[in-house]
């Protein structure tokens, strides 16, 4: 963005040579003027003309030049007659002209000082204001709310108009992650004039979220009401980021910790039990019933070694074994897992594209894959087509796994990669976040967003290293 005229620097004023010359010019024609005219006349006043001249034609203080000249050639006038033989009325004559001359280039100096400091201060306002709109979200509100005026900052990084932000208030922006009690708290504090700061999560016209480190200054009238707030924001959405990212690293160690421990104490006591009710069931001749609650106690204990495999998984990731992967062998052999399970065999994966084979480890990309699909199948009830997009350009394979399921509210859609978050009655909450985990290692990206028609698109990029996208 260019810096805008009334902010430009302002340089030296230089003099204007032409107004000089002028001056000089008419200040040589009023004093021969003079000479030819009695000393008692009141043409020596006519030196205010050049002395207005001479300051226009420079900064402030050439008015007091002209007037040192026009001074000079006033008293030059009676150089000629002996002091004696001058009158009074002449003296007072060129006293006063002496007056008027003094008193114009004092005024002409006092108005063209207060006019520089004027576009000095209307320069320095006009950078300030330039600054600001270059590194901060400026908005000013009434005191309903109702939003009066927004920078350019602020609908860059909100995704709306000007046109669409005036007139409404900051609810457009409303992210809903604040509860009622924080947004009162703002208001009280403005309204009784004081300055708000805080962080706010807003949402932009698209849905993603950002986060502003704000402050809120009331401006107050005579009687120090607020008659006008003015909100100034700074994005820290990758700060915040940031400071989340080491969050989760920290309760990763202490998440590791506990793994270690659960490894220890609940997989190998499990794999025990497993063992031994096994072994109790290939011994029973009794009551087919018996049988069937131990078979029932055995998918239990299946289903909790998965839970600790999940979370082992999760917080102590392997080490990346890459190698050249075909991906639509690698999704067959997962469909053809799933159609092992009754409840999903009514259920048809459709694969497009022709994929370039992929850098990654094999069997972590599998259960990134798997997990997705698994996610498609249930939303769907086991039952319905899931696609699967692959395509690859030089650098880049992208898999895309559509669901025609219920779909995600944007409420869950935020939360899906977040640890141990949920919509199912069984289940770790650890699928997506192990795949974005599984994915990133790789140096890819795994997101959602929702399908055109209804249903759920996740959509995996992985970088091709350029001797596989050359094979």
């Not at 100096?109 to 979200?137: C, F, G």
Request: proline residues 6%.
């Amino acid at each position: 963005m260019s810096k805008p005229d009334d902010a430009q620097t302002i340089e030296p004023m230089r003099p204007r040579f032409g107004s000089l010359t002028i001056a000089s010019i008419l200040t040589v024609a009023i004093f021969a003027l003079d000479f030819e005219i009695r000393p008692g006349t009141g043409l020596g006043a006519l030196y205010v003309v050049p002395v207005l001249l001479v300051s226009y034609a420079g900064p402030p203080f050439f008015a007091f030049y002209g007037a040192w000249i026009s001074s000079l050639l006033i008293a030059v006038r009676l150089l000629p007659y002996p002091l004696a033989d001058l009158q009074p009325a002449v003296l007072i004559n060129r006293f006063t002209a002496l007056v008027v001359v003094w008193t114009t280039a004092t005024m002409v100096y006092r108005l063209r000082q207060t006019a520089t400091e004027r576009t000095a201060i209307a320069r320095d306002l006009a950078d300030m204001k330039y600054a600001l709109d270059q590194s901060a979200i400026v908005a000013t509100t009434n005191t309903k709310g109702t939003i009066t005026f927004v920078n350019d900052k602020f609908c860059e990084i909100s995704g709306f108009t000007r046109e669409e932000l005036l007139g409404q208030d900051h609810r457009l922006l409303n992210s809903g992650f604040h509860p009622g009690e924080f947004m009162r708290e703002l208001w009280v504090t403005i309204a009784n004039g004081r300055i708000w700061r805080g962080e706010i999560r807003n949402r932009a016209k698209d849905g993603s979220i950002y986060w502003v480190d704000t402050t809120i200054v009331p401006f107050l009238d005579d009687l120090g009401k607020p008659y006008q707030y003015m909100a100034i924001r700074y994005e820290i959405t990758d700060r915040k980021r940031s400071e989340e990212l080491l969050r989760e690293q920290a309760a990763l160690a202490r998440l590791g910790e506990m793994a270690a421990v659960v490894a220890h104490e609940v997989k190998n006591p499990i794999a025990g039990i497993r063992g031994a009710l096994q072994v109790i069931v290939s011994r029973m001749a009794g009551d087919p019933r018996d049988r069937a609650v131990i078979g029932d106690i055995i998918a239990r204990l299946d289903a909790l070694n998965g839970i600790v495999q999940d979370l082992l998984i999760y917080a102590r990731p392997r080490q990346l074994k890459r190698e050249p992967v075909d991906l639509k062998n690698l999704i067959a052999s997962i469909v053809a897992l799933l159609h092992r399970d009754p409840a999903f065999a009514g259920l048809r994966v459709e694969v497009s594209g022709e994929p370039q084979p992929v850098s990654a480890d094999p069997e972590q990309l599998r259960l990134v894959l798997q997990n997705v699909l698994m996610n498609a199948a249930q939303a769907m009830g086991g039952d319905g087509a899931i696609e699967v997009t692959l395509s690859c350009e030089p650098g880049t394979c992208r898999i895309a796994i559509r669901d025609h399921g219920a779909g995600m509210t944007p409420e869950v859609m935020e939360k899906a990669f977040d640890a141990f978050f949920t919509t199912k009655h069984r289940g770790t909450g650890l699928g997506l976040p192990i795949a974005r985990r599984v994915v990133e290692a790789h140096g890819g990206h795994i997101g959602i967003s929702p399908a055109a028609g209804g249903g759920t698109v996740v959509a995996i990029e992985f970088g091709t290293p350029p001797a596989l996208a050359r094979a």
